[in-house]
């Protein structure tokens, strides 16, 4: 029978490596009010720090917090082994991608923990299928690896599958709700995954809980999942990476010492309010949420999803009480055929050293001891009958070096030199790092230390993404033990269609009105915007929301996709595609080709795009004088 009253969902990791006390802070103060305990621990780069584990057999060098196989071994260590008596005498179910590459061993040492605990009533459920490592060339010999772009319709920039020359360390296609759903109807209290993608954490349950029919409940399922977006990255969305941050760093209760990581209060419709536990830091507003909301978003008409395709251009948010925001509008329509894949492959290694210099002209002394180590580097090279490095880069940190043309910190008297450089041989770049503590003694007044000391070098992981069919990838479930033990298949069924890809067309966002007489002046955008930005493998996106309505036209007219590809073309070598949000008075911009190859590969300083929403923040923008006063 479909529940009818609201379903409590809080998430507490937004990434492996988030708050260990977060999972004890909900389950403290939620207690049995919190239906389910939902956890994100996959980014991109975390998958390449799993495969490269279980490459190794397990048996690394450094000490390592995966598990055997590669699971999240922190979901044991922080939340399972201290909370596990709470959590099942509250009564709050589990959904986590902890599982990583090795779901099935984290579900043993799950119910390993519970027996010990004297739990032995307990369900546990996991979800594979997931992993195509072992099935990938099979799979391009048969054409079904299909190349993946960030801007729909540009075929002239893809991701596609790597030659054979490339040491592929994983390849996982993001699966859908359905089989958590499924895990849940059959009893399961604790669902455990590989990789899915992050909102089918949240539309799993609710799919369950409400009873929808994930054939042709689309608006449901997109708001379910618009629910998911939202609380996935934790703190995001409680005042954690907010523009506004002195509201959330000096909130009461110990702002940004004691943050609140955030519950959705989610109902039959797909409406949902985001709040947080009380006395805690942080907060939730309006602009916490929306900022969140065009987070890590490519075209929000078509946020595609491998059980729906969400709309996000006419959402509506709105305040609903303290720390209460109600989240309306979500539209949905039938997904693609097809599954997006992860894969990361090793693409030689890569080194990274540093040198903090002090001093007049400390940018242009980094920049030329950089250059000297570079050039001493490559003699040694010479000598040894080395080819030259696949890749070098100079930075003078400190010096604003990510702005590029719009630094105004160029006379910086602090900086970092930091030297990145790639090769194929591990030992050419070992040459390299011999030259970084001569020039202590040899190069610029006022080198005062070298970082951690003399660096190694290490593998250059490197991220790609794939189309795969959902035919051919089917997620399997594994559900309770022993005698009892349920496995079972969970194919894709039900409605897709390629063309879907493309949003229907919506009414343009309005433009001022012309007025020739109106007092105008010249003031950067943060006076009149909030923004945020993200990445997708080397894509990054960035989203600007309007302050107030009255401000939206202005901002619709002046952020074009030509003027911000000029504002960041230091960073942007792609494209620069622009895209409205109506309803909560929004644009995003979408910049292909600028993270210097991606998170774990690129040897810039802001390799995930993080800084880039702040950057654009000081585009100045012309806007009539009067509509100032009340700022």
Same mark, same amino acid.
């Given at each position: 029978?479909? @529940?009818?009253?609201?379903?409590?969902?809080?998430? !507490?990791?937004?990434?492996?490596?988030?708050?260990?006390?977060?999972?004890?802070?909900?389950?403290?103060?939620?207690?049995?009010?919190?239906?389910?305990?939902?956890?994100?621990?996959?980014?991109?780069?975390?998958? *390449?720090?799993?495969?490269?584990?279980?490459?190794?057999? *397990?048996?690394?060098?450094?000490?390592?917090?995966?598990?055997?196989?590669? !699971?999240?071994?922190?979901?044991?260590?922080?939340?399972?082994?201290?909370?596990?008596?709470?959590?099942?005498?509250?009564?709050?179910?589990?959904?986590?991608?902890?599982?990583?590459?090795?779901?099935?061993?984290?579900?043993?040492?799950?119910?390993?923990?519970?027996?010990?605990?004297?739990? %032995?009533?307990?369900?546990?459920?996991?979800?594979?299928?997931?992993?195509?490592?072992?099935?990938? /060339?099979?799979?391009?010999?048969?054409?079904?690896?299909?190349?993946?772009?960030?801007?729909?319709?540009?075929?002239?920039?893809?991701?596609?599958?790597?030659?054979?020359?490339?040491?592929?360390?994983?390849?996982?296609? !993001?699966?859908?709700?359905?089989? #958590?759903? /499924?895990?849940?109807?059959?009893?399961?209290?604790?669902?455990?995954?590989?990789?899915?993608?992050?909102?089918?954490?949240?539309?799993?349950?609710?799919?369950?809980?409400?009873?929808?029919?994930?054939?042709?409940?689309?608006?449901?399922?997109?708001?379910?999942?618009?629910?998911?977006?939202?609380?996935?990255?934790?703190?995001?969305?409680?005042?954690?990476?907010?523009?506004?941050?002195?509201?959330?760093?000096?909130?009461?209760?110990?702002?940004?010492?004691?943050?609140?990581?955030?519950?959705?209060?989610?109902?039959?419709?797909?409406?949902?309010?985001?709040?947080?536990?009380?006395?805690?830091?942080?907060?939730?507003?309006?602009?916490?949420?929306?900022?969140?909301?065009?987070?890590?978003?490519?075209?929000?008409?078509?946020?595609?999803?491998?059980?729906?395709?969400?709309?996000?251009?006419?959402?509506?948010? %709105?305040?609903?009480?303290?720390? $209460?925001?109600?989240?309306?509008?979500?539209?949905? $329509?039938?997904?693609?055929?097809?599954?997006?894949?992860? +894969?990361?492959?090793?693409?030689?290694?890569?080194?990274?050293?540093?040198?903090?210099?002090?001093?007049?002209?400390?940018?242009?002394?980094?920049?030329?001891?950089?250059?000297?180590?570079?050039?001493?580097?490559?003699?040694?090279?010479?000598?040894? *009958?080395?080819? &030259?490095?696949?890749?070098?880069?100079?930075?003078?940190?400190?010096?604003?070096?990510?702005?590029?043309?719009?630094?105004?910190?160029?006379?910086? @008297?602090?900086?970092?030199? @930091?030297?990145?450089?790639?090769?194929?041989?591990?030992?050419?770049?070992?040459?390299?790092?011999?030259?970084?503590?001569?020039?202590?003694?040899?190069?610029?007044?006022?080198?005062?230390?070298?970082?951690?000391?003399?660096?190694?070098?290490?593998?250059?992981?490197?991220?790609?993404?794939?189309?795969?069919?959902?035919?051919?990838?089917?997620?399997?479930? %594994?559900? +309770?033990? +022993? &005698?009892?033990?349920?496995?079972?298949?969970?194919?894709?069924?039900?409605?897709?269609?390629?063309?879907?890809?493309?949003?229907?067309?919506?009414?343009?966002?309005?433009?001022?009105?012309?007025?020739?007489?109106?007092?105008?002046?010249?003031?950067?955008? #943060?006076?009149?915007?909030?923004?945020?930005?993200?990445?997708? +493998?080397?894509?990054?996106?960035?989203?600007?929301?309007?302050?107030?309505?009255?401000?939206?036209?202005?901002?619709?007219?002046?952020?074009?996709?030509?003027?911000?590809?000029? !504002?960041?073309?230091?960073?942007?070598?792609?494209?620069?595609?622009?895209?409205?949000?109506?309803?909560?008075?929004?644009?995003?911009?979408?910049?292909?080709?600028?993270?210097?190859?991606?998170?774990?590969?690129?040897?810039?300083?802001?390799?995930?795009?993080?800084?880039? *929403?702040?950057?654009?923040?000081?585009?100045?923008?012309?806007?009539?004088?009067?509509?100032?006063?009340?700022?």
């Amino acid at each position: 029978m479909a @529940r009818e009253k609201a379903v409590r969902i809080g998430c !507490y990791s937004a990434f492996w490596g988030d708050s260990v006390s977060s999972a004890e802070q909900l389950v403290a103060l939620e207690g049995k009010n919190l239906d389910y305990l939902v956890a994100d621990y996959l980014a991109e780069v975390t998958m *390449g720090l799993l495969a490269r584990h279980r490459k190794s057999g *397990g048996e690394s060098k450094k000490a390592s917090r995966a598990g055997p196989g590669g !699971y999240v071994g922190d979901f044991i260590t922080f939340v399972w082994k201290r909370l596990v008596e709470d959590i099942v005498a509250n009564g709050t179910k589990v959904i986590t991608n902890a599982g990583g590459l090795d779901p099935l061993a984290l579900k043993e040492a799950i119910e390993t923990i519970a027996e010990e605990n004297g739990i %032995t009533n307990l369900v546990v459920a996991a979800v594979t299928g997931d992993d195509l490592h072992d099935r990938a /060339e099979e799979m391009n010999a048969k054409g079904e690896l299909v190349p993946f772009n960030y801007i729909t319709g540009n075929k002239d920039e893809v991701d596609r599958f790597p030659g054979e020359d490339k040491k592929r360390l994983s390849l996982n296609a !993001y699966l859908g709700a359905v089989p #958590i759903a /499924e895990a849940l109807d059959a009893g399961a209290t604790i669902v455990v995954t590989g990789r899915v993608v992050d909102s089918a954490l949240v539309l799993g349950p609710l799919l369950h809980e409400f009873k929808w029919n994930p054939l042709k409940d689309w608006d449901q399922m997109a708001g379910a999942s618009l629910a998911g977006h939202i609380i996935e990255c934790g703190c995001h969305t409680t005042g954690g990476n907010f523009t506004d941050w002195e509201l959330s760093a000096n909130s009461p209760h110990g702002g940004w010492a004691n943050m609140g990581f955030p519950v959705v209060e989610c109902h039959p419709n797909g409406e949902f309010v985001v709040t947080k536990p009380a006395e805690t830091g942080g907060l939730v507003s309006v602009g916490t949420v929306v900022e969140q909301l065009v987070y890590e978003v490519l075209d929000p008409g078509s946020y595609i999803l491998p059980d729906v395709i969400l709309d996000l251009r006419n959402v509506k948010v %709105t305040q609903a009480g303290k720390d $209460r925001v109600l989240v309306t509008g979500a539209k949905g $329509r039938p997904p693609t055929p097809y599954l997006k894949c992860s +894969g990361i492959y090793v693409d030689g290694y890569k080194i990274t050293a540093d040198l903090w210099i002090g001093g007049v002209d400390a940018r242009r002394k980094a920049l030329a001891v950089g250059d000297a180590v570079i050039k001493r580097g490559r003699k040694n090279l010479e000598r040894f *009958g080395i080819d &030259d490095y696949t890749a070098v880069r100079v930075e003078a940190l400190g010096s604003e070096s990510t702005y590029g043309p719009h630094s105004t910190a160029l006379d910086a @008297r602090e900086v970092c030199c @930091r030297i990145t450089a790639v090769h194929p041989e591990k030992h050419a770049l070992l040459l390299l790092a011999v030259e970084l503590a001569p020039s202590a003694t040899g190069n610029a007044p006022g080198i005062t230390g070298g970082g951690a000391g003399r660096p190694h070098p290490s593998p250059n992981m490197t991220h790609y993404s794939i189309l795969a069919p959902k035919t051919a990838v089917p997620a399997q479930l %594994t559900i +309770g033990r +022993g &005698d009892k033990q349920i496995q079972k298949t969970v194919p894709f069924v039900g409605p897709t269609d390629a063309k879907n890809e493309y949003p229907p067309a919506i009414p343009s966002a309005p433009l001022p009105s012309a007025n020739a007489n109106e007092e105008t002046v010249l003031v950067p955008l #943060i006076r009149i915007a909030l923004a945020r930005s993200g990445d997708k +493998g080397d894509t990054a996106n960035v989203g600007v929301i309007a302050r107030d309505p009255k401000f939206y036209p202005y901002i619709n007219q002046q952020l074009t996709a030509d003027s911000v590809k000029e !504002y960041m073309g230091h960073l942007a070598q792609g494209k620069v595609a622009k895209y409205e949000l109506p309803g909560i008075q929004a644009v995003n911009f979408v910049l292909t080709r600028s993270l210097g190859g991606g998170g774990l590969s690129s040897l810039n300083l802001d390799r995930q795009g993080k800084s880039y *929403g702040q950057m654009l923040l000081s585009f100045k923008v012309k806007v009539p004088k009067g509509l100032l006063s009340n700022l």
